[in-house]
């Protein structure tokens, strides 16, 4: 059974920082791209980062640039993100996902693997 766990989430202080992990067990994703979403109360889920499965390529959405890093460890079948200069409004949940495409995707309709989503709440 294919598995994607997170961990990491908590409770942070504006300004601080957190590390997102994602475990991925049941098969390896060495070719897949990989993604990490986040979903705030009463909005709809949105592409955070992403990365291609050799983790050379990334994609980061305009309002966490500069402040996450997505990486990968292909030989653990392990993902992070590295979340610093937290803001209140990355407060959410958020979910490791992975798709059966190699390259790095954007859409959340073309990830095929999610994670059961971890909770990051940051207070100002």
């Known amino acids: 059974q294919v598995q994607l766990v997170e961990s990491g989430g908590g409770l942070v202080q504006a300004g601080g920082s957190l590390r997102l992990f994602c475990a991925a067990s049941?098969?390896?994703?060495?070719?897949?791209?990989m993604g990490w979403f986040r979903q705030a109360s009463g909005k709809e889920r949105e592409l955070v980062a992403a990365?291609?499965?050799?983790?050379?390529?990334?994609f980061y959405a305009g309002s966490v640039k500069g402040r996450f890093t997505i990486s990968r460890d292909t030989a653990k079948n392990t993902m992070s993100l590295q979340m610093n200069s937290l803001k209140p409004e990355d407060t959410a949940v958020y979910y490791c996902?992975?798709?059966?495409?190699?390259?790095?995707?954007?859409?959340?309709?073309?990830?095929?693997?999610w994670g059961q989503g971890t909770q990051v709440t940051v207070s100002s």
């Open positions: 996902a992975a798709t059966r495409l190699s390259d790095i995707r954007v859409a959340l309709n073309e990830y095929d693997y």
């Open positions: 049941g098969r390896t994703f060495n070719n897949y791209g």
């Open positions: 990365v291609n499965w050799s983790g050379s390529s990334t």
